[in-house]
C-alpha cells in the first residue's frame, strides 16, 4: 500500500485519481478548501488551503507520493508557481514524488519547438492557465531541488470537466511532443487519464521529466 496525497484532490481531476488510487487500496489524503458534499469511504479528506503552510506540511508529510492538481483558474493565477515551489521543496524534503498535473498547451508540436503555451493559437480563455502551467514545468526542469523525483503529466487536448469523454482502460503515454491519433485528435477522459497517474505511482516509468496522456 502507498500512502498518496492530492492537493486539489476534489477537483476534476483529483477526483479521479483518488477514485483510482482508492480502489487500488492505497492510503489516500485530500485536501482542498472545502470538502465534498460526497465522500469516498476509506479517504481522508483535509480541509485547508495550499497557501497555508501547516495545511501544505500535514497534508505531505508521510505520504510516498504527492499530486499537485490545483488549477490556476481556481484563483492563483501566477501564484501557483511559487505555491508548487514550496510543495516541491516539501515533498523533497520528505522524500516524496511529487506528481504535477499541468496542462496540454505545456507539450510542444515537434521536438525541439516551442510549447504550444508560447504560441498564438492557444484560446484568450485558456492563455493565462496556459502559461502558468508551462513555467511550472520550466521551474521543474530547470529549477527544482536536485533530490526531488518528479514527473509533469499533461493530459490531451480535450480533457477536462467541460469534455468528460467515454473512459475505456488504456491509454498511451509520449514525451514533450504531443500525441494525436489518426484523425488528428487528441482527447482523454478523466478515469483514463487518473489511470495512467497512478500507475506511475505503481510503476514509476518517468523521473523528473514531462510526459503527455492520451487514448
Ligand atoms: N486539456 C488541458 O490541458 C487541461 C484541462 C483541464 C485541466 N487541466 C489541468 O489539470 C490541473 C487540474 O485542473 P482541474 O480542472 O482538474 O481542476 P479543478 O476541477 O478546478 O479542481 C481544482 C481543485 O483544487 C482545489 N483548490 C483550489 N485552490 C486551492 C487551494 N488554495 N488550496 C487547496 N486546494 C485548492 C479545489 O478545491 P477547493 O476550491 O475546495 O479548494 C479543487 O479540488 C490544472 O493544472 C489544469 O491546468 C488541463
Given at each position: ?20 488510487a ?43 507520493a ?22 516541491a ?94 484523425d ?32
Amino acid at each position: 500500500m502507498t500512502s498518496i496525497t492530492v492537493i486539489g484532490g476534489t477537483g476534476y481531476t483529483g477526483s479521479h485519481i483518488i477514485r483510482e488510487a482508492a480502489a487500488r487500496g492505497h492510503q489516500v489524503t485530500s485536501l482542498s478548501r472545502s470538502l465534498p458534499a460526497e465522500q469516498l469511504p476509506g479517504v481522508t479528506y483535509l480541509a485547508g488551503s495550499a497557501t497555508d503552510p501547516d495545511a501544505l506540511r500535514r497534508a505531505v508529510t508521510g505520504a510516498d507520493a504527492v499530486f499537485a492538481a490545483i488549477s490556476p483558474r481556481a484563483g492563483l493565477g501566477e501564484d501557483l508557481l511559487p505555491l508548487y515551489a514550496d510543495l516541491a521543496d516539501l515533498a523533497a524534503a520528505s522524500g516524496a514524488r511529487l506528481g504535477v498535473v499541468g496542462g496540454f498547451s505545456a507539450l510542444r508540436p515537434a521536438a525541439g519547438a516551442p510549447r504550444f503555451a508560447e504560441g498564438d493559437d492557444v484560446p484568450p480563455e485558456f492563455a493565462e492557465e496556459a502559461r502558468v502551467m508551462a513555467a511550472v514545468v520550466d521551474y521543474l526542469i530547470d529549477e527544482a531541488p536536485e533530490n526531488l523525483d518528479w514527473f509533469y503529466a499533461s493530459p490531451a487536448a480535450s480533457y477536462g470537466a467541460y469534455a468528460p469523454g467515454t473512459p475505456t482502460g488504456t491509454y498511451r503515454t509520449g514525451g514533450d511532443v504531443a500525441l494525436f491519433d489518426d484523425d488528428g485528435e487528441s482527447a482523454i477522459s478523466g478515469p483514463d487519464f487518473a489511470l495512467a497517474l497512478v500507475d506511475e505511482v505503481d510503476k514509476p516509468r518517468h523521473h523528473r521529466t514531462q510526459f503527455g496522456v492520451t487514448s
